[in-house]
């Protein structure tokens, strides 16, 4: 039922108008012809001006959410997803935050393998791990008439603005299982690595070979690097061993570029500030953090350890083979994508989380040395 509305907060007029109208859509609820009200009924339903309900018609109808039909109105352009009987064969939509890099090919290549064989379809989106990209994703995934989802949350430490999407999902009955961490808001299925004790394995590493100066490289802005650097800490608290405060560094996403370049000038320069070791939040940062310490003479594992965390392709490729954590990969795909298919298959036990997680394990190579 389309009531009328009061806009607020951040972001032009026309946009939040834009959100709204799709938010109508995505929940149904303009009439059983697909036509949204008139520009005047809008205009006084959102208290703004005609230019502005005109603006936002413009661009839903450019961006394929509306079409127009001379002497009609304006019309939803996909036709709602009516409600579905029993159904063999899915629609499953996979958002991750990327798709064609570093260890997300192998997590796709799991859940294609599943999904697929069952003769099901696959429609992949990616954010970027950023907030409105995700949301786009969603809507666009909604718009399609997906009947479940995989999805690694963005930015998963932060209060997600998308929490309405989710919720709606909730009311359709369009199950979704989250990848390597969930947003606390929700009691969602998961299916994730124990990445605290992933890192409890690195750090107790160095330290059973002697290491007692470490630093870290974290990142800040997902669950995973939260947990990693919990597995950091405890490691310190086991062993006895204080922590260099000054020595952690932590990042977002918007910062990755950069992390590593200034933490080398910060610590790693002065032989007074290095440490013996860094414990690094996955194999691309310790890597690059390699790739620079080559670049100044300073031997990686002789003068400097570093682990890394994912034992993805990289981990193999370099100038020096890393120690690291593995991470399931394709493995956690399969169990996503057949945790997805028991969730539409049990529609009665839909919305009961479930979790799995799998057990991490350190790889010794050659990043690291006894002192």
């Known amino acids: 039922m389309i009531q009328k509305t009061h ?18 859509i995505l929940a149904g609820e303009v009439d059983a012809e697909g036509k949204i009200p008139s520009e005047n009924t809008l205009s006084e339903l959102f208290d703004v001006s005609r230019h502005t309900i005109r603006q936002a018609i413009g661009e839903l109808v450019n961006e394929g959410w509306l079409h127009r039909e001379r002497g009609k109105g304006t019309f939803v352009a996909v ?10 064969h899915y629609n499953i939509g996979v958002v991750t935050t990327y798709l064609v890099d570093y260890i997300f090919p192998h997590i796709v290549q799991g859940i294609e393998s599943i999904v697929v064989s069952q003769g099901h379809a696959l429609s992949l989106y990616s954010t970027g791990n950023n907030v409105a990209t995700e949301r786009r994703a969603l809507e666009m995934a909604l718009q399609q008439g997906v009947d479940g989802l995989i999805i690694e949350p963005t930015k998963s430490t932060h209060p997600n603005p998308n929490i309405d999407l989710y919720l709606l999902m909730e009311q ?17 299925s998961v299916v994730q690595l124990d990445d605290a004790r992933g890192s409890y394995l690195a750090t107790s590493h160095l330290f059973d070979i002697g290491h007692r100066k470490l630093g870290a490289i974290f990142k800040s802005d997902d669950a995973q690097g939260r947990a990693r650097f919990r597995g950091f800490v405890k490691a310190h608290q086991d062993y006895r061993v204080p922590i260099e405060g000054q020595l952690i560094r932590t990042y977002t996403t918007e910062d990755k570029q950069h992390v590593v370049t200034q933490y080398v000038a910060d610590f790693v320069k002065s032989l007074d500030t290095r440490p013996t070791g860094v414990v690094c939040y996955n194999d691309e940062i310790a890597i690059e953090l390699i790739g620079q310490l080559r670049a100044m003479g300073i031997d990686v594992p002789k003068d400097l350890s570093v682990t890394g965390f994912d034992d993805s392709s990289l981990a193999n490729n370099g100038f020096v083979q890393l120690t690291t954590v593995r991470h399931p990969k394709r493995e956690m795909g399969e169990v996503a994508a057949e945790m997805l298919l028991d969730l539409l298959a049990n529609k009665e036990n839909m919305w009961v989380p479930r979790e799995h997680v799998f057990e991490p394990a350190l790889i010794v190579r050659g990043s690291t040395k006894q002192i």
Do not use: C, R
């Open 172 to 188: 359709k009955n369009i199950p979704f299982v989250m990848l390597h961490s969930s947003y606390v808001e929700l009691n969602a």
């Open 79 to 88: 036709a709602q997803t009516p409600q579905k009987g029993p159904q063999t």
């Open 7 to 24: 806009l607020e907060g951040d972001g032009s007029k026309y946009q939040q108008v834009k959100t709204n109208i799709k938010n109508w």
